[in-house]
């Protein structure tokens, strides 16, 4: 659209909610692209949907103890102790946080795996655990890793902001325990390596068998399901029968109409041509998209009268949160240095919010809807989609927009989708995970192989 065309407040407004716009024709192509890019990346062949078998099947509810779990998602680090009773009912014994600084994310492999297992001695030491004894723990690692069993997978590549050095075609696991080991914690073995979807996912299923997908909608996004062992087909070796997690990393999703703000900022970004949907939809890149578009309507003249030009202009300075306190009708003006705003200007903006936040959701309610009927054509099951993710959880709206976006697609059929917000799903999934791993071990003498739960 020409300049001349787009001058006016109004005019630009709804140019913006066009190029930003999700028809129900949109998302019933994107429904289809999805199913044809499923099915061969499931076949092994060319897709932007990597479809990573996760070598772990749904749990029964009965897997029981006290667990360690390592939670490596974005920009924190959770090491945790979970307790599982055996019944659907789980708790989290202990809990330490850690904060991944900036210089570690883009320095040396090495240096964020040694910071990691600094994060688990920390654990140790502040519960008092005995560390005479050796330990099973279970890896969330919530990135693109290409399993190759239960606990091995090696990068494919990073996503989320991080680019950490002589990670990528690496197993991560490998990288993770020869840290422990530099740092005197050998007696930890890691057991399970799962990724996060995977981990929300089993965690829902622990007490509510009709699970059947997770989802997280925060930092980045993604989602897994139940497939078909017999549908795996790059995975002949892995059996016919029974069912397998298939972490779909549907982030990856290629087949989406960019505008011109998508595409700056993805030529701009870390990871450029890669991670097309997560990047127009996860809350990563909200604040990015929107302040793309401030910088824009204020060099046309058309917000803070054209005065605040230094306001926005470095990248990634205006977050998702501050969009969602726009949206629960409060403003981040001051965090900019901007006072008086004029009514006109709050307005425009809590615009432009609405129209970046509304695609996400309708984006994301497009790609549960392809998940949903790519298992069950004809809704003969209903289906519990566990989501975890702060987008899904605190953004004003937005689970009204997946919810609309589903009714629109499918009418009363709706109602057999039913979303579930799943709190650190990731690690409690994990236990369950690492559980697992720990009862297929053969058993011999002394007490479970001589490996302890904490
Ligand atoms: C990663 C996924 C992860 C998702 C949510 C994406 O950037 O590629 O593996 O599940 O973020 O954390």
Redesign the pocket.
Known sequence: MGKNQVNTLDSFLSHLESIFSVTIHDAKEIIDTFHREMSSGLAGMKSSLKMIPSFVGPPSGTEKGKYLVLDL??TNIRVLAVELDGKGNTSMAAVSRFVIPQEMMCGAGDAIFDYIADCIKLFFEKNCIDRQKTYDLAFTF???VEQSSLASGKLIGW??GFTASGVVGNDVVALLSAALRRKEMGFIHVVALA???VGTLVAKCYSDPSCDMGV?L?????ACYPEKVARILKCPVLGLSGKMIV?I?W?GFSQLKMNIYDQDLDCASRNADK?HL?KMV?GMYLGEIARRVIVEMMNRGLLFKGTNLSAFSREYMLHTEHLSLVAQGSDFFADFGLRDVSEVDRGTIRELCRIVSTRSAKIAGAAIAAVVTWMDANFESDHTIAIDGTLFEKYPGYQDHIVGVLRELFGECAKRIRLELVRDGSGIGSAIIGAVAASARPVSSGDDCGRHRI
């Open positions: 998602g974005g919530s990135f693109p996503t989320k990724n996060d979807t997280i925060g930092t980045g996004t993604n972490n990393e982030g991670q997560e996860s």
